[in-house]
């Protein structure tokens, strides 16, 4: 089955640290896309950053990166320099090429609490 | 601007009033693609559309009826609302179906059905 699993429904950090949000996912799929979003308060999605299967460098987009390790089927999302703004919750999300439904698949989230 | 827009944001209704959540996408993109949010559940599939006059089911579409006449838009259709459809709903749209890029979503539309 595929699946996208974070175990850590809640975190803190404090504001200018770096946290790490974990993600693991399960396919048997070679070609897959995996994702970030973020959604705040006010409710919308808003994309942070994307790695494809077949990538070799782990992506970096600003403040976040995605520690990709493909082999234990992780992707954690880091944070770098937190700030007030990132409290949010967090989804990990995989977008498998098989059965042709272009579906993403998300985890159930994690919620990220940035204290000054 | 690229993007994905749905209406209404914000919606209250009662059981069994027919209502409908329009999408509309200005991307051009073959792939549109509904889903629901409720706590603890993460996002999950209603419907989806390869193209135009091609939709299929997703993984929870009792209730709800879709079409794709348009390219560009993807309205999601609650013949009979009922409170266990009281949820936050999110049209997504992307190039193509056989692709694990991006998906880009709208912004929302928060549904209660009293």
């Known amino acids: 089955a595929q699946k996208i699993t974070q175990t850590q429904p809640g975190m803190f950090v404090q504001e200018k640290e770096a946290v790490t949000l974990d993600c693991t996912y399960d396919t048997s799929d070679q070609s897959y896309g995996l994702f970030w979003y973020k959604q705040p308060s006010s409710g919308e999605m808003i994309f942070l950053i994307y790695?494809?299967?077949?990538?070799?460098q782990n992506a970096t987009e600003g403040r976040y990166s995605l520690n990709f390790q493909k082999a234990r089927k992780s992707a954690n999302l880091v944070i770098s320099a937190s700030q007030l703004g990132d409290s949010a919750m967090y989804f990990c999300?995989?977008?498998?090429?098989?059965?042709?439904?272009?579906?993403?698949?998300f985890g159930q989230g994690t919620t990220l609490q940035v204290k000054p | 601007e690229a993007q994905v827009t749905q209406n209404p944001r914000y919606l209250i209704t009662v059981t069994g009033k027919k209502l409908t959540v329009t999408c509309s996408q200005n991307m051009n993109h073959e792939y549109m693609s509904w889903y629901r949010q409720d706590p603890g559940l993460g996002l999950r599939q209603i419907y989806y559309?390869?193209?135009?006059?091609?939709?299929d089911k997703g993984d929870v579409p009792e209730g709800y009826k879709v079409s794709r006449k348009e390219k560009r838009n993807f309205p999601l259709i609650l013949e009979s609302p009922s409170p266990n459809q009281t949820s936050l709903y999110f049209c997504?749209?992307?190039?193509?179906?056989?692709?694990?890029?991006?998906?880009?979503f709208g912004e929302g539309s928060r549904l209660t059905v009293l």
């Open positions: 999300a995989m977008r498998p090429i098989s059965g042709n439904t272009g579906k993403l698949i």
């Open positions: 790695q494809g299967s077949y990538d070799e």
């Open positions: 997504a749209s992307s190039g193509l179906a056989a692709n694990t890029g991006e998906l880009f």
């Open positions: 559309s390869m193209n135009v006059e091609v939709t």
